[in-house]
């Protein structure tokens, strides 16, 4: 290992640990008590380890050292990919949705409570993919159409005792309503004002809901919100329970994520899904060929601010109390995260970046501490190291070389 | 009268917090057009940092000017090898790809380096020590506490340093020709990655000062005070128009004012909120800000 290259990533991992070891020691190290060295050398230690046990794996498998497992293992995943891609798509879509209707069945409780949040996030993810993937509108105040959704139902139910069904589809107006509110104002400004400024309105969002105590309850929250009802003809007159068990709301929001995802696949390759793929490819192109770009901004941000609403409204029934606790920046950073994770634009990518950054941290539970410390970090190396996600999309279509 | 003066006092102190914060921010953005998210988070790095060090220098039993000295300098210093540690690592690899990528990086770094402050610090207030700073005297019925000339002095002193480093000598001027044409510096022998590492570690060493000072000021850090500072700080930076030094003090003053008095005369509970209703503002009427410069037309 004496290489110029491998003698410059060795000094490079040197240089980089003494920079570590410096930042580290001073936040452990001192304290009023006087100045210790143990705990952040051991933590120190322990990272050096793990760096240079990856580093040196790495430098072998360049070297081809693993080509031995690595040669087979790729035919293996080739002949398995080939062997699925025969499987045709809809076989695998009902496989999955088999799969998603008998897991109720299967499991307990705890897994359907995780199941739930998964399915609410998936719709948080789907939505806010229209406008980050699709539209390529960085937004990090998605979170408070979530919340204009949770406060819709919430205020309706126990205000007029509105059932949720119908206030499903007023909590997606509401959501749209809001989101060309703060759309239209924001959405001429330049991509990475964009993103400040809607970061911004979702801060807004929350002190409102923090304040206004004659409607929304301020920090207490509102309580005593109805769950769905099931409703059906009986003997001249509608006989209706509520569907109050978790399985019953797992399969609430089991519907209402496939009809997400179809009607964001749907989006997808329709002419108004060309269309937001050319202004976040090239604005000023687009706007040449044709395309009203900020009537089209205006509709992305809305449409994903409708789905927010949707699940927002689930959220809420599911809960039977919503506070402003729940729709923090870190929330939408989170939503962000798992689209960014998955793959931008990608439906598949959404599903899996929900599962692992809801489902994985339960399996975890003991690093519960760790989970935003992680996401930030993972977030900031995806970009470096896989920046379309794990499951990357497939581009629609033919285009030339991009530029960026 | 008595409460304009008090608030216009008080909003002195915070506006001059604000302009060091909002100046990391402007100056970054000037010089590679990237909004650091985590900026808000080396700001509340500084905060403990100035909490970590005077505590230990308070027990050994320093007086308090030399505590708050040392270890404001130490501080600086600490978040000027951090911030560049970041630039390293997420942002410079990053140059050539889309600007949503680096804004994405960006927002997962600050997502890191909160939750590593967390971690390390605790999820609880750190209070600073109390007895450094004491007293004040009275102007025409406000209160000024020797705590707020001291902010204010050291405000004004790094305001001036920062002038003097970037107008009147050659790596202020490196800088600002690497801000105007990275490629044509570059050919007259300007180490362009240098520059934007020094500049990310001025802005740092500024908002680490702001830190401490609104440590002081308040009494205490928490890991997550950078966020909603940093989000009023930019709009400080957009204010005066992004990528403008000047502009930057400039709207942080004037950030810091209309938040004391919209708090003071309007709505106390809603305070936060006026400075994003001015950012918006800003953005939509008068996107180039006061002194309206560096307004390119790329986009993400």
């Known amino acids: ?103 109720p069945l299967v499991t307990e409780r705890y897994a359907h409570d995780v199941a739930i949040s998964v399915l609410v996030y998936i719709c948080l993810g789907l939505g806010l993919n229209v406008v980050v993937g699709m539209a390529g509108l960085l937004d990090l105040g998605y979170i408070a159409f979530y919340g204009v959704g949770a406060y819709t139902y919430a205020l309706l139910s126990v205000h007029f005792g509105l059932s949720f069904w119908l206030c499903l589809p007023i909590a997606g107006a509401f959501s749209a309503v809001a989101g060309c509110i703060i759309g239209y104002p924001t959405l001429r400004m330049r991509g990475d004002y964009l993103a400040i400024v809607t970061l911004g309105f979702g801060e807004i969002v929350r002190i409102i809901l923090n304040n206004w105590m004659s409607l929304t309850n301020g920090p207490n929250g509102i309580l005593g919100i109805k769950p769905p009802g099931a409703y059906w003809w009986q003997d001249g007159k509608i006989e209706h329970i509520w569907l109050g068990s978790l399985e019953q709301f797992y399969y609430v929001i089991l519907g209402l994520a496939v009809c997400t995802i ?27 060929m044709g395309v009203n770009t900020l009537g089209i901004k205006l509709l992305a941000y809305a449409m994903g601010a409708v789905f927010g609403g949707l699940a927002g409204a689930f959220f809420a029934a599911r809960m039977r109390f919503v506070s402003p606790e729940s729709f923090t920046f870190i929330e939408s950073a989170m939503v962000l995260a798992m689209v960014v994770l998955g793959g931008m634009g990608s439906i598949p990518g959404v599903i899996l970046g929900a599962l692992a950054l809801i489902a994985l941290p339960e399996i975890f539970r003991g690093f519960e501490l760790y989970r935003m410390f992680v996401f930030g970090g993972v977030m900031a190396m995806m970009m470096l190291f896989r920046p379309k996600g794990l499951w990357p999309a497939k581009r629609m279509g033919a285009r030339s070389e991009e530029r960026d | 009268m008595e409460v304009f003066l008090q608030q216009l006092v008080n909003g002195i102190t915070l506006g001059g917090v604000y302009a060091l914060v909002a100046l990391g921010y402007t100056m970054v953005y000037g010089i590679i057009q990237l909004i650091n998210f985590a900026h808000g988070e080396i700001f509340a790095a500084g905060g403990y940092m100035g909490v970590i060090l005077i505590s230990w220098m308070v027990a050994q039993g320093y007086p308090p000017f030399v505590c708050l000295g040392v270890a404001l ?178 709207g942080g003053l004037l950030i810091g004012m209309i938040e004391v008095f919209a708090a003071g005369y309007i709505s106390s509970e809603y305070k936060d909120v006026f400075a994003f209703i001015i950012l918006i503002g800003v953005l939509y009427f008068m996107p180039t800000g006061i002194m309206g410069e560096n307004v390119d037309d790329t986009r993400v």
Not at chain 2, 190 to 209: E, K, V, Y
Not at chain 2, 213 to 242: E, H, N, P, W
């Open chain 2, 73 to 250: 300098v130490l501080a600086m210093g600490y978040c000027a090898l951090l911030a560049m540690a970041v630039e390293k690592l997420v942002y410079k690899p990053l140059r050539s790809s889309s600007r949503l990528s680096v804004l994405l990086s960006a927002l997962g770094m600050s997502i890191f380096l909160q939750n590593g402050l967390m971690l390390t610090q605790g999820v609880y207030d750190r209070a600073y020590p109390g007895e450094m700073v004491q007293g004040g005297f009275e102007i025409g019925g406000a209160m000024v506490s020797y705590m707020q000339i001291v902010i204010v002095g050291i405000t004004v002193a790094l305001l001036v340093g920062l002038n003097t480093l970037v107008f009147k000598t050659r790596i202020g001027k490196a800088m600002r020709a690497t801000a105007q044409d990275k490629t044509m510096s570059a050919l007259v022998g300007i180490n362009a990655s240098r520059i934007i590492s020094l500049t990310f570690a001025i802005g740092a060493a500024l908002a680490c000062a702001a830190g401490i000072m609104v440590g002081m000021y308040y009494g205490s850090v928490r890991y997550d005070m950078g966020f909603v500072l940093g989000v009023k700080a930019f709009s400080a930076a957009v204010l005066g128009g992004i990528g403008n030094i000047t502009g930057a003090m400039l």
């Open chain 1, 1 to 103: 290992m004496t290489t110029p290259a491998s003698r410059k990533l060795w000094l490079g991992y040197a240089v980089a640990m003494l920079w570590l070891y410096v930042l580290l020691w001073p936040l452990i190290g001192i304290k009023p008590g006087g100045l210790e060295f143990a705990t952040s050398a051991a933590i120190w230690a322990k990272l050096a380890a793990i760096s240079a046990i990856l580093l040196v794996l790495w430098q072998l498998k360049q070297r081809g050292v693993f080509d031995f497992v690595s040669r087979p293992a790729e035919a293996v995943s080739k002949a398995l990919g080939k062997a699925t891609d025969r499987v045709p798509t809809r076989l695998w879509l009902v496989l999955a949705f088999a799969c998603a209707v008998a897991f």
């Open chain 1, 262 to 288: 179809v009607a964001v696949y749907r989006i997808n390759h329709s002419r108004i899904g060309r269309a937001f793929e050319a202004v976040r490819e090239d604005q000023t192109a687009a706007e040449l």
